[in-house]
């Protein structure tokens, strides 16, 4: 065979690969696509029939609405009263995770700079609580609260996601500060910093990547919270949570599904903003938490 | 003199440790160890006094029906959802892992359900199990969609199932890709020069080489589901009967509902050791499998 043969044949048999290439990209695409609508049909659904009337919904269902019905939505924000739930949660969310923050990044910081038994012994003490499930402590920590009347407020509500949230967040803020270089912590002592100083002006701003992680963990986890919400401020109707709130409004109206469904939607609404405006942070966040925890 | 340094540090230790670890002790540590206490009691409400009554508690749970039960369901749902989930996460995470357009859309898309609370999710399905299956079953008059899904106790534990898949199969799909792309390019590339195609490329190179996030995502889904509680009380409120109570939601019955704090605290107590040994026994297989490149 001549060389030119040759190419010819290693040219065709090229072009023949790449086209069964193309094909199996096109064959993944479609694939692809027939599962996200499995992922995206139900939130559709969702939003379509929060716009019908309670007749249009009973006799279909997958058709959009003729009429789009928007009283559905303030009757929904009324009747859950929605505003309040938002706030209670924002408080909650925001106080409980400002506190895991300060508290976990001030342990786990002189945790892992000092290297002693007695330190080694803490910072067991400190993450220990990992691996117990929240249902094995939950009717005692019910009881504790009571005693301390952190029952029936938000802010209770907030001290106990302090001490829940910590052992985690002392765990990934240990982990982190082993890579930040202990002659840093020196210089800044030589300078005159106290060892307070040291750890809010030099040390903090340095774990922004691990603080970032445990942040979109933790709004994840506290804005999604159902039961802890359920045992410790659910007794009155200005304490209730977003969760309690949403709950509580399906159980009531259950048949009228399309005040259900615009409760949904204002429901989902914050965290899917949540989600879209810092989805590169939440996504790498929710991996590398899960990889170092 | 080096003595005073030690004793100086470990006052600074104490200093930076001490806030967060009186509120893990106060929420987590106490309640736990409060929660063994009350397992040998009989405690008939939250203000009442516990009367101590030895193993009794222990000896009713092991025969009892209810929590039997619930501990047949909740492995029978953990078995298949760890099953399906990892399957077809890793699936999922092989295909968008490829250069391929519209990665990141789809990404994001199989991603979604995992940001929303699973009390919403549970009433997203409620609805679509019920009005949506509803509408499908007069349009086709396929049986399937004439079924009960929620209301038969033969299904209502598969739909859980089913659910719970397409609520977490995208967070554990990030893990996996994340591992994907810790492998390097000319592992892969020699391989395929030596012969490896699909399958067997497949198990012998890409799986032992992303056994640690295979380790992960084991972990994960089978912690996260032997405690799963915000589902089941949303979607079938662990019915139809006791069909799908699971552990978890059992614990929160005998207590807070049934008003049996005693033995509830008993259940707990067995939960925890239940999940300690199993997710202790999936880490040692599993870390056996891992290997270093």
């Known amino acids: ?293 | 003199m080096k003595r005073k340094i030690a004793i100086h540090n470990n006052y600074q230790l104490i200093l930076f440790v001490l806030p967060a670890l009186l509120l893990i002790i106060t929420m987590s540590e106490l309640p736990f160890l409060m929660n063994f206490f009350y397992s040998f009691t009989k405690w008939s409400g939250l203000a009442k006094t516990p009367v101590l009554i030895g193993l009794e508690n222990y000896f009713i749970t092991l025969k009892d029906p209810n929590f039997l039960h619930s501990l047949l369901f909740t492995f029978k749902y953990t078995i298949c959802v760890v099953a399906l989930t990892n399957v077809l996460a890793l699936a999922l995470a092989l295909v968008l892992d490829k250069p391929l357009k519209l990665k990141n859309l789809f990404r994001t898309i199989f991603f979604m359900p995992n940001i929303i609370g699973l009390i919403i999710i549970g009433f997203i399905w409620r609805f679509i199990f019920t009005r949506g299956f509803d509408a499908l079953y007069s349009v086709t008059n396929l049986p399937i969609f004439g079924w009960s899904w929620l209301g038969d106790y033969k299904l209502a534990w598969i739909s859980l199932v089913l659910v719970a898949v397409w609520q977490s199969v995208g967070y554990m799909m990030m893990i996996y890709i994340a591992g994907l792309q810790t492998i390097p390019q000319d592992v892969m590339e020699s391989a395929a020069l030596e012969g490896a195609t699909g399958l067997r490329k497949l198990f012998s190179i890409t799986l032992p080489l992303i056994m640690p996030s295979v380790t992960i995502c084991f972990f994960l889904t089978l912690a996260n589901n032997l405690k799963v509680f915000d589902l089941v009380y949303a979607s079938t409120g662990g019915g139809p009967g006791t069909s799908t109570t699971s552990i978890s939601v059992n614990i929160y019955r005998e207590s807070f509902q049934a008003g049996r704090y005693g033995y509830g605290t008993a259940q707990a107590a067995l939960f925890f050791l239940i999940i300690l040994a199993v997710t202790l026994i999936q880490l040692r297989i599993f870390k056996r499998r891992e290997v270093e490149l």
């Open chain 1, 1 to 293: 065979m001549k060389t030119a043969d040759l190419e010819l044949l290693l040219e065709q048999k090229e072009s023949f690969t790449e086209v069964k290439r193309n094909w199996r990209t096109i064959i993944m695409l479609i694939g692809l696509t027939v599962i996200s609508v499995f992922f995206l049909y139900p939130f559709i659904l969702v939003l379509i029939n929060s716009l019908k009337t309670y007749g249009e919904l009973l006799t279909d269902v997958f058709s959009l609405p003729t009429k789009a019905e928007w009283r559905n939505y303030p009757h929904a924000w009324e009747l859950m009263d929605y505003p309040r739930a938002f706030l209670n949660t924002l408080y909650v969310t925001v106080v409980g995770i400002v506190g895991i923050i300060f508290l976990s990044s001030l342990a786990g910081y002189k945790l892992a700079r000092t290297k002693t038994r007695f330190s080694n012994f803490l910072f067991m003490l400190c993450i220990a609580p990992m691996l117990t499930p929240f249902h094995t402590i939950m009717i005692a920590l019910t009881k504790v609260s009571r005693e301390l009347y952190l029952i029936d407020s938000l802010t209770g509500l907030i001290v106990i996601y302090w001490g829940l949230g910590a052992p985690m967040a002392i765990f990934l803020y240990h982990g982190f500060v082993k890579s930040v270089p202990a002659e840093l912590d020196e210089a800044a002592v030589m300078d005159g910093c106290t060892s307070f100083q040291v750890y809010s002006k030099i040390i903090f701003p340095l774990l922004k990547p691990i603080t970032t992680t445990i942040v979109v963990l933790d709004v994840l986890w506290i804005w999604n919270d159902f039961l802890l919400p359920l045992l410790m401020v659910n007794g009155r109707q200005s304490t209730k949570t977003l969760q309690l709130r949403a709950y509580q409004f399906f159980g009531q109206y259950v048949s009228e599904w399309q005040y259900v469904m615009a409760a949904i939607v204002m429901s989902i609404v914050p965290v899917v903003i949540f989600f879209l405006s810092m989805q590169k942070h939440i996504i790498k966040g929710i991996v590398s938490g899960a990889v170092k925890g």
